[in-house]
């Protein structure tokens, strides 16, 4: 006579046998091999778009810009990444948070690296410009660190002048907002 544990140790092992086979059954339904494998595209593109930066000195800085960018995009198990790198031009009118005139106009050349995934992802930034007021010319620069999704970025920058002075309006701490539009991939 066979003893129940001998018994038991027959039927655990038939069902893993079966259990594992009817996993891998329904695995290989459910899985599409072609979203296991990585893809890769790459495009050129232009990206103008809307600035609205607020600086600690209680100014806000609206504009446009420009940038034409060089992006690459990894998919895999049907999650895509992108990454951009590009460089542009931000032109802004800095005026008082009360609204009560325009203070200076800027204008920054900027380089920005990106990677974002599905929920978004981290741009750096770097500038050198600076604004144009009533006592001249105001030479700057900037770096920044943005949570960035593929058309937006918000995020901090510090911005440094580059002369012996520092204007009200030019703040030293700042917040900005950038939407982008991608044109003309190519």
Request: proline share 4%.
């Amino acid at each position: 006579m066979v003893s129940s544990s001998k018994v038991a140790v027959a039927l655990v092992a038939m069902c893993a046998v079966m259990g594992t086979a009817t996993l891998a059954s329904a695995q290989g339904s459910l899985v599409n091999k072609e979203e296991l494998q990585l893809t890769k595209t790459s495009q050129r593109v232009h990206m103008p778009g809307l600035r609205f930066d607020y600086g600690f000195s209680e100014v806000f800085g609206l504009g446009v810009g420009y940038m034409y960018a060089y992006e690459t995009t990894f998919a895999f198990a049907g999650v895509e990444t992108l990454f951009r790198a590009g460089g542009g031009a931000d032109v802004s009118f800095v005026v008082p948070s009360d609204w009560g005139g325009l203070e200076a106009i800027t204008l920054y050349g900027r380089g920005r690296l990106s990677g974002v995934g599905p929920s978004g992802g981290v741009t750096l930034e770097l500038g050198l410009g600076g604004g144009v007021e009533r006592r001249g010319v105001v030479p700057g620069a900037t770096i920044g660190a943005y949570y960035a999704g593929k058309q937006f970025e918000v995020g901090y920058f510090y911005q440094a002048v580059l002369q012996s002075y520092r204007p009200a309006w030019m703040s030293t701490h700042n917040v900005g907002l950038r939407f982008h539009i991608p044109l003309m991939p190519h």
